[in-house]
């Protein structure tokens, strides 16, 4: 763990209630790179990724960003850091329209103030959103809610984006698609954190990817390297 | 197996103390007695739906009122017979009318969930009230009156009172023996998660049902002997939105978890209203409200959770 | 014919006030889920409000309405962070229910302690004042309150629509942890939510008071009136309290016309636990959760 990092999670512990979803948990990602989470149903990543969003307030651990402590803010001071999670479910206010729904990504000040150019970013990445920009969001095809969630997190103009489980329940073609866009974003600059259940996909793009078991990071390395991994092979590939 | 010996020997010996009360206190607090065994044991009652299936009834007075205006119709039909006679057949009139009734409404009822289900019974209370101040069968707005049925020589609050702690008790009986069975237990599934317990194969309609109209029922047993006790009643005074109010603060206030705490909570609460705040008249409704807020607040488990979790912090030192 | 278009005329002028004093039950209920049992106290706050500003310092009841209107504002967000709010976060759906029912027995004994439990009302130099239309008569009274109503609601429906913090609201109804995650604090939200609901109501109050006498207990009528509009309308949107509004001053006075007053409330109830039956979500739906 260097200080160069953009994001560093050290001994992070959450849960609900009684029980620890996340204990001692560490990883962390340089800044411009993609990095992976990835593991089986229930092993806490989506609680990991929430924390760091500031969605749930973690019950130990450190969490740092850009060099500074954040453990334990809120979302809106995550949002104002340059943190901005795209959530798993996707999340989007069904009964408004794209149009404000991305307005919603837009609330912190400096979001605010360059919304005109960021609109019109994200119109250019998407012109479907574009196209159907007065229609309700709960009324698009499944891979277009996913379009618009991820281009409501761009509209906060985020350092980090974290992504949980953009590929799921989208056709292949689209997950492809999706894959394709996480990699253009971080070419543009934009730090990637991605919570993949496709992991053979995942693994590809990752320059470093973390397995998560039981809420502890059990094995980590390139994305690649691990795709070659025995551990990997059989609990993930069905190898 | 000895911590139940045990129990059963301090309610046998409560209800005798209790029993024997009325020979040593004044008229007053023989009242206040009754009082709280009335709202106790109606509380109770809604404690069977809500308590274990979290139906939450907004509405519940509606079989206060029915029980009453059953028994006091069907005391007309015999006014010349012995007073025991009467007493027990307003009783019984008061049961079946309210649990039949309550059977009825149950099946489309029970279809709502969640604030639906509240409101509806909400909406089925002030029907019912209204209806009964409609229509003259009912005494209209004059209301009807009810005979003494108090024997000679007995006082007739006393009388109130042991009827009151008898019906208190079976209910008490009544729903520690459900929470025991296989109903009990089915009807705790539903309220973890109906939809799981549907799937698992408890029958729910069939169990929220029988939950409803033995909850329904027996308070219109209790609503017969409030009847009798008030000795005259309207529509206003038995379909009234603060009973069913009160029967689900008294059992928040004792606590939701346990058949203790809404009869806790109606004694706290009783005996605070009448005893407590008797010489702050003006002000009675606003202390009420002030501590249904700092029970939701401080002690959202009521204060059988409050004092379960006192002991369980005690025990961990 | 013409007594027919006589109660038609008095209904929708009815169910316009019925309309206005639901929208901030509808508003909280749609956005938090609350059932707020404080609503009747700010509707009767705000006619007391207004007979204070009117016989005390001579103001003319409409004139009262945005200051009241702040008043309340305040009082709502003060009682939702002080007392709802906590609730809330107890997480027992009756927990937040049984709050408001506390704080509104709190509020209504010191209505009464203040004002005394007899019945008072406000009448302005205008409020004997009858129009003609043929046959047809209205005050004048209930027509100005009917439009100050309708604006209220049209300016009401503005600020949801189109101000960020309307939108912001709207999001946080439709998903609290995607609105949580955009940077939206959702406890300011419910707090803003909770004092714009209570400005409304004592809006609405204020109307009423013009139009009808009133006693602090009233304020239960008034709970219950919105919860039926509301139930009937649909949660949440102003087109549903509209709608719930306007049906049930039909009914209530066609009834009170053509079957006597005894029944206005109860066919009032019936209709609400018919429309709970077959559909739940009220004629229009819920602006905010998915229909079951
Ligand atoms: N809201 C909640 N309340 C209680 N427990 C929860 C809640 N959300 C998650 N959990 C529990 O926390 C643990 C971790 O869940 P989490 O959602 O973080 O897993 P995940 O790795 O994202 O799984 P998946 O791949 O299925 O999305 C699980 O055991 C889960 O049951
Ligand atoms: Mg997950």
Known sequence: MTTTDLLSVQGLAAGYGGALAVRGLDFAVAPGTI?????????????TVQVIAGAIRPSGGTIRFDGETVTGLDCPAMVDRGITLVPEGRLIFARMTVEENLLMGALNRRAAANLARNLDRVFALFPRLAQRRGQLGGSMSGGEQQMLAIARGLMAEPRLMILDEPSLGLAPKVVAETFGLIRQLNAEGITILLVEQNVRQSLQLADRAFVIEKGRVVLSGAG???????????????L | MARRIT?????????????????????????????????????????????????????????????????????????EAAPALQLAWSLGAGLVVAGGIAAIIAWPILRLRGHYFTIAMLAVALVLGEAVAAFPVFGGSTGLALPNLAPMGVRVEAFFYWIALALLAIVMAVAWVISRSRLGYGLAAIRED????????VPTTRFKVVAFVLSGGLIGLIGAVYALNLGYITSDSVFRGSLSLEMIVNSLVGGMGSILGPVIGAAVMTGVTK?????????????????????VLVAPDGLVGLWRRRRAQSAGR | ????????????????????????????????SVINLTHGIFVIGGAYGALVAWSVLGIDPLLSIPPLMLVAFALGWACQRLVIQPAVERGNPVAALLVTFGFALIAVNLLTVTFSSSVRSISPSYSFINLRLGDISIDLVRLVAFGCGLALIAILGSFLRFSRWGRVIRATALSELGARLCGVDARAVYAMTFAVASAFAAA????????????PA????????????????????????????LLLGLVSTLTQTYLGAVYTNMVMFLILLFTLLVRPNGILGSAFKASR
């Open chain 2, 194 to 201: 109906e939809d799981a317990a549907q799937m698992l194969g």
């Open chain 3, 218 to 245: 009233d304020e239960v009528t008034w709970t219950v009136y919105a919860f039926i509009v509301v139930t009937l309308g649909g949660v949440g949107s102003l087109g549903g309290a509209m709608l719930g509004g």
């Open chain 1, 224 to 238: 690649p390297t691990l795709l070659d991994d025995p551990f990997v092979k059989t609990a993930f590939l069905g």
């Open chain 2, 7 to 79: 129990i059963l020997l301090l309610a046998v010996l409560l209800i005798a103390a209790l029993t024997t009360l009325p020979f040593f206190l004044k008229a007053f607090h023989i009242r206040v007695g009754l009082s709280i065994f009335l709202s106790a044991g109606f509380a109770v009652c809604w404690w069977l739906l809500a308590g274990f299936t979290a139906y939450y009834s907004f509405g519940h007075t509606a079989f206060v009122g029915i029980g009453a205006f059953a028994a006091a119709l069907a005391l007309r039909a015999v006014p």
């Open chain 2, 275 to 295: 005893l407590v705040l008797a010489d702050l008249l003006e002000y009675h409704l606003a202390i009420t409200g002030v501590l249904i807020v700092a029970v």
């Open chain 3, 1 to 32: 014919m013409t007594a027919l278009v006589q109660t038609l005329v008095n209904g929708l002028l009815y169910g316009g006030i019925l309309s206005i004093a639901a929208v901030g039950f509808s508003l909280i209920f749609g956005v938090m």
């Open chain 1, 35 to 47: 990095a992976v989470l990835v593991g089986a149903n229930g092993a806490g990543k989506t609680t």
């Open chain 3, 204 to 215: 609405s109050g204020v109307l009423i008071g013009m139009m009808l006498p009133f006693t």
